[in-house]
């Protein structure tokens, strides 16, 4: 800007703050008045044409905060490019956060498109009001956000990880929605200008979508750094259709094991298979990915045939090492469950493993029987009750099931959705929500376990309320079958130890 520029620039600002000022306000009356009683109508029709001209030129009529109304507000693309470009002009630094609801579809699912619809406003305020008022907030797509700071002196990656934290911390706090406190929980991903090779706003956007990618892997509530040795992966559901089919036949997807305990002995009650998909380029690729794709493409039998073949060797070989599983639970989706031969084929496989029938836990989801009329649903879930398998209904509190629906399905045991199970130590709405379910699952004669424990806390709780058995990231996360061992030794060693009793100071 040239120095009669900047002059030009001062003198308007110094004129705008003396025009638009309460002094000028006050007696801009007085002084039209005036020019009527000295020029009669004349002077008084002159200073009306003259005056808009005046302000118009100042740009008085540009109130503050007009523009942010009026304008619209930069996509993140755009606003990820003005950053980059500050930041090269002034030898600062910029970051780019995406932050996706975990479970969003449960939330979803659970309070419908409107109480979803207010969540996610909620959540948009709350990222607003933890950012500056130069950051860019948007959210992308129903549950998921982006976040683009404005270029800062000091930006590293301590730096980018604790403003990661203070976001999760903030989107993680209660929602109220209709008198009712909904808990969240929210994954992050995030890349730095410093970070990203060439740092175009596309780059930098990619980037923070492959670290998302990798924390939604990890989630619940996990936070991970773009690194450059991330790969990309598939771009079109076709492609990662073919990529899965090869996947299910080389052996990539395989149950990882996670534990379930009794809060009565402490002891492990069973495990449960979970499917992981170990890409050998991408690394571990989240079930919310590939799942969908498997369902879409009609490969979910052939999943299921993979995850029960590997679950019951898993079990096999527990027996063989001398380790105590009593069982293992394998999901079973809808359209497994409509396949007329599933009996045969559970029986079948459970004779080649050498397994009685009450070493396998048939997990439902609750969806699947509030929403199932099909007779042969029932059918085979009540044949494999009856065959001595036991059957858990999964996700409780967030399909509707009735009660007859329970009786009708053989429901042996409920898992309680970890939606109730979050903050159960601190809440008493929570608590009193799980309380409800024990009471009816008591005079049902129905076992309980909870899902999504995180904390000591929550174990304690759940323990203190009557919840026979206990699953989730505070006891173990979801391991590969390799190191199931080393895992089941530990605890049982840990369950011999005798409790430390602390020395007092005299």
């Keep these: 800007m040239t120095p009669i520029a900047r002059r030009l620039t001062l003198m308007r600002g110094l004129a705008r703050r003396v025009l638009s000022g309460p002094p000028a306000l006050a007696f801009m009356p007085a002084a039209i008045l005036a020019s009527f009683w000295?020029?009669?109508?004349?002077?008084?029709?002159?200073?009306?044409?003259?005056?808009?001209?005046?302000?118009?030129?100042?740009?008085?009529?540009?109130?503050?905060?007009?523009?942010?109304?009026?304008?619209?507000?930069?996509?993140?693309?755009?606003?990820?490019?003005?950053?980059?470009?500050?930041?090269?002009?002034?030898?600062r630094h910029t970051a780019c956060i995406l932050l996706e609801l975990d479970d969003f579809e449960t939330i979803r699912a659970r309070y419908g498109s409107a109480g979803s619809a207010r969540i996610v406003a909620r959540v948009l305020d709350r990222l607003r009001s933890a950012t500056r008022d130069g950051d860019h907030v948007a959210q992308l797509q129903p549950g998921r956000f982006a976040v683009v700071y404005a270029p800062m002196r000091h930006l590293d990656l301590e730096v980018a990880i604790q403003m990661s934290g203070r976001l999760q911390t903030r989107v993680e706090e209660p929602v109220s929605l209709d008198a009712q406190a909904v808990y969240l929980s929210c994954s992050l991903g995030f890349a730095l200008d410093s970070q990203v090779r060439g740092a175009s706003a596309r780059d930098m956007l990619t980037a923070a979508d492959l670290a998302l990618e990798v924390a939604r892997a990890n989630a619940p509530s996990a936070i991970r750094a773009y690194a450059p040795d991330m790969a990309r992966g598939p771009t079109t559901p076709d492609q990662l259709a073919d990529e899965l089919a090869s996947a299910l036949e080389k052996g990539q997807i395989v149950p990882w094991f996670q534990p379930q305990l009794s809060t009565d002995t402490g002891r492990v009650s069973g495990f449960e298979a979970l499917a992981r998909w170990h890409h050998p380029e991408r690394g571990l690729i989240p079930p919310s990915e590939f799942l969908p794709v498997i369902t879409r493409s009609g490969q979910l039998e052939r999943l299921g045939e993979v995850i029960l073949f590997n679950a019951l060797e898993a079990l096999r070989a527990w027996d063989d090492a001398g380790f105590e599983v009593p069982r293992v639970a394998v999901n079973f989706a809808g359209d497994?469950?409509?396949?007329?031969?599933?009996?045969?084929?559970?029986?079948?496989?459970?004779?080649r493993f050498d397994l009685t029938p009450d070493r396998?836990?048939?997990?439902?989801?609750?969806?699947?029987?509030?929403?199932?009329?099909?007779?042969?649903?029932?059918?085979?879930?009540?044949?494999?009750?009856?065959?001595?398998?036991?059957?858990?209904?999964?996700?409780?509190?967030?399909?509707?099931a009735s009660?007859?629906?329970?009786?009708?399905?053989?429901?042996?045991?409920?898992?309680?959705?970890?939606?109730?199970?979050?903050?159960?130590?601190?809440?008493?709405?929570?608590?009193?929500?799980?309380a409800a379910i024990l009471?009816?699952?008591?005079?049902?004669?129905?076992?309980?376990?909870?899902?999504?424990?995180?904390t000591a806390g929550e174990h304690t709780m759940l323990a203190q309320l009557g919840c026979n058995h206990v699953q989730g990231f505070g006891i173990a996360r979801p391991m590969p079958v390799d190191q199931t061992a080393h895992w089941l030794r530990d605890h049982s060693t840990r369950l011999a130890e005798p409790p430390q009793i602390g020395r007092g100071t005299s």
């Excluded at 497994?336 to 004779?351: F, S």
């Excluded at 989801?365 to 879930?381: F, G």
């Excluded at 009816?440 to 129905?446: C, D, Q, V």
Aim: net charge negative.
């Design 38 to 91: 000295l020029g009669g109508e004349g002077w008084l029709v002159v200073l009306a044409l003259t005056l808009p001209v005046l302000f118009a030129a100042l740009g008085l009529f540009d109130q503050p905060g007009a523009n942010a109304l009026t304008q619209p507000q930069p996509n993140t693309q755009e606003a990820m490019e003005r950053a980059l470009t500050r930041a090269a002009q002034s030898g």
């Design 336 to 351: 497994e469950l409509r396949n007329p031969k599933l009996i045969d084929k559970i029986r079948w496989e459970l004779d």
């Design 360 to 400: 396998l836990c048939i997990e439902v989801l609750e969806t699947v029987v509030a929403a199932s009329p099909d007779d042969i649903v029932a059918r085979n879930i009540n044949g494999l009750a009856e065959l001595g398998c036991s059957i858990d209904l999964d996700d409780f509190g967030t399909g509707h």
């Design 403 to 434: 009660i007859s629906s329970i009786r009708r399905f053989s429901v042996n045991r409920l898992k309680i959705d970890r939606s109730f199970v979050l903050k159960v130590d601190r809440d008493p709405e929570q608590q009193r929500m799980v």
């Design 439 to 454: 009471t009816m699952a008591e005079r049902l004669g129905l076992d309980v376990l909870a899902e999504g424990v995180e």
